[in-house]
């Protein structure tokens, strides 16, 4: 068994041993960590040049439906 369900198995023992007020307090940790990883992504993903301007221009192609079969592209799947 890998590392990570090493782990999650043992969290889910230790909430089952927990009281309502202790699994709220592990629920609202669990949500601001979860919440700061989303952030740390965004901002990564905010600091690629042009992203926004490719992601805008992607858009547009596909109002215009120039779109691009994804077999022509990948011929060895």
């Keep these: 068994m890998s590392k990570v369900k090493n782990i999650k198995k043992s969290l889910g023992e230790y909430m089952n041993q927990l009281s309502e007020s202790n699994l709220e307090l592990v629920y609202e940790f669990m949500?601001?960590?979860a919440e700061k990883e989303r952030e740390e992504a965004t901002i990564e993903l905010l600091e690629i040049p042009e992203l926004l301007d490719?992601?805008?221009l992607a858009k547009q192609d596909i109002d215009q439906e120039k779109l691009t079969d994804w077999?022509?592209?990948?011929?060895?799947?």
């Design 71 to 77: 077999r022509d592209v990948r011929t060895d799947v």
């Design 31 to 33: 949500s601001n960590l």
């Design 54 to 56: 490719d992601i805008e």
